[in-house]
């Protein structure tokens, strides 16, 4: 019998109405669109507004048009790997709610966090659970309504993320295609330079750390750009050569989306033309867990069966990693 891997089986993406332009953003705080387009490749990012409305709200919407497009019902789903930073709330998981809100009366779930690298290590380990036999359907969601842990006087984050949110379906594929081979990575000494300083067990809310605002996302720039310009292209450079993978080999390569200038030299190093390189960082921003379902969504067809795509990811911890999948449809 020949080997079982997990194959993307369908992708959906939704990203809120509204645009944040770089425009606006120079009302806000000091900075302006040259700066930001030279130095990060975006020119607007998508914001979610509206009380009450978390990550869930935008993986209903998405999934429920992947389920339509696949002909499936919720009920059908056995699993749903929730990758998120900005679940809706601490606990219980986000993965739970949105069950709930679609209706997967059957599945079991839970959240997944690795910041911008949690869309891979849930395409990972949601593989396992159908490479082993133990699902038929699993749901990979990965998502973040960056907007609610940012600090909107903070330049120099701010005008980096937005939000968004994407799924994929695994499902049992025996003609070869699917999840091929990842190599994941966590250092957490990196923690110093990208986390959240109070809201979990070590500083729990309270009113110092409200005024002193640290519960939005910190991240010192300079040093999370050069881990991620050479860990996020050296790890796709290296499943390439593990696999025997030549540039004219891939298809696709999807890298996260976290700078113009970090996927420019993941393409360098990995010899990929820039024509194979999925970019759409300048409409959407860095969508952290969303990044990469949502290329794989906007260039869903474009895509041949057979074809071999690259994903690769860097993030706060720090994680890093790349996939080589082959596409199933
Ligand atoms: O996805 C998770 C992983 N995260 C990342 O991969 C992000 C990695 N880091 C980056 O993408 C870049 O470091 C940033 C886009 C965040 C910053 O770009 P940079 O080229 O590293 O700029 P910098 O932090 O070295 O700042 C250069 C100058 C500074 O001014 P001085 O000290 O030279 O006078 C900043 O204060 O640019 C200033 N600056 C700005 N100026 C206008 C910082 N932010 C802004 C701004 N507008 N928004």
Redesign the pocket.
Known sequence: MSKVHAAITAVHGYVPDYVLTNHELETM????DE??TT??GIKERRILKGEGLGTSDMAVPAVEALLKKRGITAAEIDLIIFCTSTPDRVFPATANILADKIGAKNAWGYDLQA??SGFLFGLATGSQFIESGKHKKVLVVGGDKMSSIINYKD??TC??FGDGCGAVLLEPNEEGNGVIDSILKSDGSGVDF?HQKAGGSIKPPSHETIDAMEHYLY?E??T??KF?VTNMADVAAEIMEKNGLAPDDIAWLVP?Q??KR?IDATATRTGVSSDKVIINIERFG?T?NGTLPLCLWEWESKFKKGDNLILAA???GFTWGSIYLKWAY
């Open positions: 705080v000091d900075t302006n700066w930001i130095r990060t910041t911008c330049r120099a005008i980096i990208l991240q720039g300079k999370v750009f991620a996260h976290a700078n970090i860095n952290t860097f993030g706060g």
